[in-house]
């Protein structure tokens, strides 16, 4: 999951694939450099692009609809209603989200400008750029956020 978004940043970008099928080749490349064996690198890849593949039941594919589940609740708010509000103000006050939407939108719009063709387009020229802006996570305010602690303390 750490991965699957690394294609959309300017140093992982590729210029002719869409970011998951490009975020799929690091997450092979990252996961061999970590010793993984070669089934276990290509799950890796594939599952990152899958996550932009439409809709996956959990009974088709357990780890897909996961990441799809995760991915879908961060960057859009959908399913967030399964949480009680005091998670997700936990979550944010954890983890604040600086402006994530609009970065995240303005990425996903420069591959779709750039790659008519890819999964991003199809989100872009839907509504997705207004329902990731208008991500509960987004509304939490600011007065709950606190610096998150380091890690291991």
Not at 93 to 120: N, T
Not at 125 to 138: H, Y
């Amino acid at each position: 999951a750490m991965l699957h978004d690394l294609a959309l940043t300017p140093p992982f970008d590729s210029h002719t694939l869409p970011f998951e099928e490009a975020g799929g080749h690091l997450a092979r490349v990252f996961t061999a450099g970590l010793g993984w064996p070669a089934e276990r690198c290509d799950r890796a890849a594939e599952l990152i692009v899958l996550h932009m593949r439409g809709d996956v039941a959990l009974e088709q594919d357990l780890e897909s609809s996961l990441l799809q589940v995760g991915t879908s609740a961060d960057v859009s708010g959908t399913g967030l209603d399964a949480f009680p509000p005091d998670f997700t103000e936990a979550l944010v006050a954890a983890y604040p989200r600086l402006g994530f939407a609009e970065s995240f939108v303005r990425l996903l719009r420069d591959q779709a400008e750039r790659k008519p063709r890819c999964a991003a387009a199809t989100l872009v020229g839907q509504d997705w750029p207004a329902r990731a802006l208008a991500n509960p996570l987004e509304a939490v305010p600011r007065s709950t956020v606190v610096a998150s602690p380091p890690i291991g303390a």
